[in-house]
């Protein structure tokens, strides 16, 4: 079965640190992997995959992930935090079907 | 540019009631998706449809069935309500391309439905 986790329930970060969002996967062959976002009774929004080739990936609003193989994560990056990034951050795979992480509540704070 | 359209956003039902999600999927998208999100938690996929066939299922209950039209527009059909139903009802809409064959696919969200089961 395919199956990411998320380590941290919270992340809580200081406005213009650097934000990070743990992710780690266990995938059977090539690993699809999706970062959305979820903000207060909204829908999810897409914010980048990796599929294959570059381990590092470029997204929406100045999000980037790293992909490492050897460490089976997925981590979603940012450089300098706003306070507008607050929000629900989810990991996912696909296998024709999107399996999500627990969650991580992100809160940046002014 | 257009997205996921939902109808309709919110929705209270009784015990024993039946309810009619609906989802509009962005233009030229051909496969749609369901996903349950129960209070504080993931969502889960429910069913999948490609060029109106049902192409997986996921934990639907019997309760519940699901429909692609000619149109591609879907409907989500759920009877005999139980409170546990209460839930954000997602859905979600993606272009197969031939690459991964669907599993590269990026899939766009519906704002959701926001069911509530008294």
């Known amino acids: 079965a395919q199956s990411v986790a998320q380590p941290e329930d919270q992340v809580n970060v200081a406005e213009g640190n650097p934000l990070t969002v743990k992710c780690t996967y266990s995938?059977?062959?090539?690993?699809?992997l999706f970062w959305y976002v979820q903000y207060p009774n909204r829908g999810l929004q897409f914010l980048l995959k990796?599929?294959?080739?570059?381990?590092l990936v470029k997204g929406s609003y100045g999000f980037e992930a790293e992909f490492n193989k050897s460490q089976t994560s997925f981590h979603l990056k940012k450089p300098s935090a706003l306070v507008s990034d607050s929000a629900l951050y989810f990991c996912a795979v696909n296998d024709y079907k999107l399996s999500f992480g627990a969650g991580t509540t992100v809160t940046v704070r002014a | 540019a257009a997205g996921v359209i939902q109808s309709p956003r919110h929705l209270i039902k009784e015990k024993r009631e039946t309810a009619t999600l609906k989802c509009y999927p962005i233009?030229?998208?051909?496969?749609v998706y369901w996903y349950q999100q129960g209070p504080g938690q993931d969502p889960q996929f429910l069913i999948s449809?490609?060029?109106?066939?049902?192409?997986d299922k996921g934990s639907i209950p019997d309760r519940f069935s699901a429909q692609q039209f000619s149109d591609y527009h879907s409907e989500l059909n759920m009877s005999s309500l139980e409170l546990g139903d209460s839930a954000l009802y997602f859905c979600?809409?993606?272009?197969?391309?031939?690459?991964?064959?669907?599993?590269?696919?990026?899939?766009?969200f519906g704002p959701g439905t926001r069911l509530t089961v008294l």
């Open positions: 233009p030229r998208h051909d496969t």
């Open positions: 990796y599929i294959t080739g570059d381990n």
């Open positions: 449809f490609y060029e109106k066939m049902q192409s």
């Open positions: 979600a809409s993606s272009t197969r391309t031939s690459h991964g064959g669907g599993r590269t696919d990026t899939q766009y």
């Open positions: 995938v059977s062959g090539n690993p699809y």
